[in-house]
Every structure is written in C-alpha cells, then in structure tokens.
C-alpha cells in the first residue's frame, strides 16, 4: 500500500511541477496556404517527454535542441478542420499532461487581402506620442518603465484607444493608411516608448493596450476604408525578450561570442571587393547593445519570425508591413521571409528600411531588381524607401540660388534614376519620418517650404508617407535634443492639454495654415489614379522652378514647384508634350481658372497643381 501511494506521489509530482510555460503559436487556421506548422512548446525540462497528438493530425517532426527547456513540433495541417487538438506528453508509456492547441476558422478571402499601394496616402504615427485614450494603462505593473510626461525620452502614454479615438481626425485629413511604429511588449527600463526593442512579439504591450484592441483598430479602420500597416522587427530583439534570457540554440541570436556592435556599413551586403570580416560585423554585428541580433540563418529563427508575422496579418487583419533595418538582416534569410508572406498573401504588401544614398544601392533590394539581379539576388521584397529623395528635400528648398548641383536640380535629379527600379510605383516617398529631422525645423517653421514640399510628395510616383504633426507645423531639434524631440506629444492627445489641434477651433491662425494646405492635397489626391499610377514626364529646371506632368490616357496634371523667391513666368511653348493640347485648367491649389497662352506666371515660393481640360 505504502509503494502504491509512493508511486502516486511521484505521478502527482510529475504532473503537476511538468508544464508548458508558452506555446507559440498560442493558434493558427485552418486551410492556409503552407501547411507545415512548427509549434515551440517551453516550459522546465520540457525535452524529456515523449510527445504524442490525435490520429488526425500529422506529426512531421519533433526537434529537441540543446536547451532542454524547448521542443519544436512540426505539424501538418492540410485538410485539418477548425478545432481543438492535444497534445500529449508522455514518460514510459504514460501521459503525463495534455495541452490543447486550436485551428481557427479563417476569414474569408483572407488569403487575397490587398496591401497598400500607390492610391494610398501613408500616415506614421509613434503611439506613445499620438494620443492617451486610456489614462489607466499609462503604467503596468508587469512593466519596468512607468509613464512620466516629463521625460522626453520617457513613456508618454499614448496608446490604442488614442489612436482609434482620433480615426475621424485622420479620415478627415484625407490619409488611407496608418504605420504605427512598434506596438509590440516593450520591458526595457528605458527609451521603451519607441518599441524597437521587443520583449514579447506575440503579445502587444500592456501601456498601448491588448491584443483585443489592436484588432478593433484593423476593424475600426476597415470599417472607414483605411489600412492599418505592422512596423515589424526581423534584424532583432530587446535584451529583455524572455528567450533572450533562455536561448533555444546558442546561434539563435549572433555572438561573437557575447555582443559586438554593426558597423552599419550596408554596402558590405553586395560589394564584391568586401572583407568577410567587415561584411559579418554589419550583418551579425547587434544594432546596439540592448538590442540582440537575430540569426535567420538558423531554420528555426527564421520560420519563428515567419510564423509570428502571418500569424499578426491573420490574427489583426493586416494589409501591410513595414519592416524595420531590412538591409541588416542575412540577405538570404530575409529574402525567404519575404517570399514565404507573399506566397500566403499575394496581394499583400511590405515596404522595407533600407537607409542608402544611393539609387541603385536602394534598389538592390527592390523585388525582380535590375541591380540585385546582377549577383542574382532576388530579396522578394516588393516595396523600398525613397531615402534619396528625403535628402534632396531636406536641403533643396533652402537653396534659392542654383547652381549645376543645387536647387531644385537635386529633385530632378533623384527621378532621373527611376530606370533602377523594378517598380518604381511602389516606392515610398517621404520628408520626414520618426528618425530623421522634422521637416518644419530644417525649414525654421517656412510654411511656403513645407507647402512646396508637400506638393512634391503628393504628386510624383510612388507612395506618399507624412510623419504624424507635420501637418500642423510640429518642429524638434534632433541634434540638441535627442530623439525624443522629434517625437513630441501631438497637442490635444492628453486630457488638460491647453490647445487641441485634431479640431480646426482648437489649432492656431499658423497650424491650420499647415492642415489645410495638406488636407486639401491629400483629398484631391485620394480619388485622382492619374497620381496614383500615372506616369511621369519631367523637365530641366529653369530659375529654380521645377515642372513635371503625371498623366495617363484620360487625364493629366501639371506640377510647377516655384522655389525661387521671385514670381517667374515660363514660356509654355517648352511644355508642350506635356500640355499635349489643353488650354485651360484648373489650379487646385489656388482654385483659379489657368488659361494658358505663351506664359505662365508664378508667385514666388509657391507650387501649383493643375488639373488640365
């Protein structure tokens, strides 16, 4: 009898000290496209169970690594209903606990979701600084760094709710799409507003709200014909992160060993005369040192971030990612985490950091890229970031007096290489965004330089991205600041805020200059597909002033960018291919009727949209 209640003791014990701490991911579908699923199960010791699961489902492989703690269970899901399934573990021949994992039914037409385009009008935000629509979760008790207003590198307390409050404020402004910068769990003591450095990526962070409400934002959003656009992390975690402190592999993560820093010199991805050892300090090197650097090498890092980012497009009803540091990442590693999205998702959409200054350089990473196909590299990437033409804004429109090399010269320049790109409408055009200057502060708060800029990026090709306050004139002082000037609360996001520029009553004489000159531009553009994919036709500069047609078989538009100080008159007889027989138009800016004759003139510092008759 004593043996017997032994035994049960030691079953007992067994049964009740055995258990699964995670389980990603917590669940998937049914009927996706790719049935091979890999589930990580981690709990104490977890590796000495035999692992068992219905007749039903397929079983492909069951991986043990050299941390006991993991075990990586690929399952084949094809023709397998919704439900509940368990899994069994086991210990000489007895089940010793179960765990439950569910298929999910999947939304219809999920599979053919269609991303952002060139019809859209991207809006970034970073929702610490946007809005606190939810004071109760500024601060949480499963999280180190406590909100504090006062610390412009601190948490602020903006969040989900913020953001779903102030939908009405961005619908109104004409945008279509929404990038938030990271949303995902956060636990550095520090800087953790900015998200960059994740220490949970199945779960959103406890101050921006739950998983529940990113759900109703996609759902909000879709329900005003907006898309809602994933800032996603492939290069790196926070130091933080819970695996971090438990690897699966010693190679999850690059050591060198332990931490040694990139020297950030992307060009050693495809420079055929590179060191191997510079080459492996940017590509393997860590971001920063609270910032651990992920090795896609590994089959098992890279299907996890594979699955966790379907997993997110499933979960919330994405319709596009933006993927942080992407030219960092093993180029082939992230080359088949991109294919492998777009073949879930054909129609999908993923626009990719690539920080360069040089066109073809930008275009290396571009899918079916003339350049990358030189050393027959294709990264399946569809979308990259017009960095070149954010370092001509940034300087051009102070340059009044031009030369071979400056003024609007830069501008014309930059679309001359447009034959680099593999699709040069699905580009990202951009002033501004989280990391660098804030246009209005290079600019000393000009508003007729942020209107010629303005015009610029929401008239050519590709597609247009704003940086959330620029509308209204938000400035920052990046090199004496900090960051966390850049990334200024917008005024009226928090309860007792002494003004509220998201209401035309509660914006100054100034910032409603700012929004009404951008809102009008943008709500023109939403519905014109003659500058969502028409095509461009672009002249030399003359004077400083700039001309470019967008037009397709049934309309076109004329764009005059006027930098010089001075009015100008232009001599239409030049622009007559681009006139292509009109008249008249309509200046949509001004809403003055153009008749053209022999010339047309121009105030100084001002920009002029024509739709032509």
């Known amino acids: ?31 996706m496209q790719q049935p091979s699923l890999q589930i990580m199960f981690y709990g104490k010791d977890i590796a000495q169970y035999e692992l068992s699961a219905p007749k039903e489902m397929i079983i492909e492989n069951v991986l043990r690594t050299e941390n006991s703690n993991y075990v990586f269970v690929t399952i084949n899901t094809k023709d397998l209903p919704a439900g509940s399934y368990e899994f069994n573990f086991s210990k000489e021949g007895k089940t010793i ?33 946007f809005a606190n629509g939810n004071p109760d979760n500024d601060s949480s008790a499963k999280m180190v760094e406590k909100a504090d207003r006062t610390n412009l590198g601190g948490r602020h307390g903006g969040d ?18 929404l990038w938030s910068t990271p949303l995902l769990e956060d636990n550095d003591k520090t800087y953790s507003y900015h998200t960059y450095a994740q220490s949970d990526v199945y779960n959103i962070d406890p101050r921006y709200g739950t998983n529940e409400d990113y759900k109703k934002l996609a ?35 690059h050591q060198f060993p332990g931490y040694a820093n990139s020297n950030y010199r992307m060009t050693t991805q495809y420079d055929t005369n590179r060191s191997e050892i510079d080459w492996k300090y940017c590509v393997d090197g860590w971001f920063v040192s609270s910032m651990p650097d992920l090795n896609q090498r590994n089959p098992l890092v890279l299907n996890y971030l594979t699955q966790n ?12 990612f933006r993927v942080d540091t992407y030219s960092y990442n093993d180029k082939e590693g992230i080359a088949k985490w991109t ?73 014309y320049e930059n679309f ?47 597609i247009p991205q704003l940086y959330y306050g620029d509308e209204i004139g938000m400035v920052g002082n990046k090199a004496e600041k ?85 009015a100008q008159e232009l001599e239409l007889a030049r622009f007559a291919e681009g006139l292509n027989g009109s008249v008249s138009g309509k200046d949509v800016i001004s809403e003055a009727t153009i008749n053209f004759s022999d010339r047309l003139s121009i105030k100084g510092k001002t920009s002029m949209l024509i739709e032509l008759n």
């Open 219 to 253: 759902a909000e959003m879709h329900a005003r014909d907006m898309k809602l656009v994933m800032d996603y992390v492939t290069n790196h975690w926070g130091a933080t992160h819970w695996m971090i402190n438990d690897l699966p592999t010693y190679d999850w993560i």
């Open 97 to 129: 606990f179960s765990k439950p994992f569910e298929l999910k039914e999947r939304r219809e037409g999920s599979a053919f979701r269609k991303g952002f385009d060139a019809s859209d009008a991207m809006y970034l935000i970073m929702p610490d600084r």
């Open 416 to 462: 001359v290489n447009d034959f680099l790109y593999a699709d040069i409408d699905n580009i990202l055009v951009f002033a501004g965004n989280h990391d660098t200057d804030r246009i209005n502060h290079t600019y000393k708060g000009d508003v007729n330089k942020y209107k010629l800029a303005m015009t610029l990026v929401l008239t050519t090709r590709g």
């Open 160 to 177: 989900l709710q913020g953001v779903i409050d102030n939908l009405d404020y961005l619908e109104d402004l004409g945008v279509t799409a």
């Open 339 to 411: 294919k492998s999205i777009m073949n879930e998702y054909p129609n999908f959409n993923i626009v990719g950091e690539v920080w360069m200054h040089d066109q073809a350089q930008i275009s290396y990473w571009q899918k079916d890229s003339p350049i990358g196909a030189i050393q027959s590299y294709n990264s399946n990437l569809p979308s990259v970031m017009d960095f070149t033409l954010h370092d001509a804004i940034m300087t051009v429109f102070d340059e009044e007096n031009p030369s071979w090399d400056k003024g609007m010269i830069k501008v």
């Open 482 to 566: 900090g960051d966390g000037d850049i990334r200024r609360d917008f005024p009226g996001g928090w309860k007792g805020d002494p003004q509220s520029a998201f209401t035309e009553a509660g914006r100054t004489k100034t910032q409603n200059d700012y929004h009404a000159f951008t809102k009008k531009l943008l709500n023109y553009r939403k519905n014109k597909e003659v500058l969502h994919f028409g095509k461009l036709l672009q002249y030399l500069p003359d004077n400083n002033v700039y001309v470019y047609f967008r037009y397709n078989e049934e309309e076109r538009v004329m764009v005059v960018i006027n930098n010089n100080p001075e």
């Open 309 to 320: 980012a379907i997993w997110w497009i499933e979960y919330a009803d994405l319709d596009g």
């Open 1 to 31: 009898m004593k043996q017997l209640i032994v035994l049960f003791l030691v079953f007992f014990s067994l049964s009740t000290s055995a258990q699964i701490d995670r389980m990603e991911p917590p669940f998937w579908w049914s009927n």
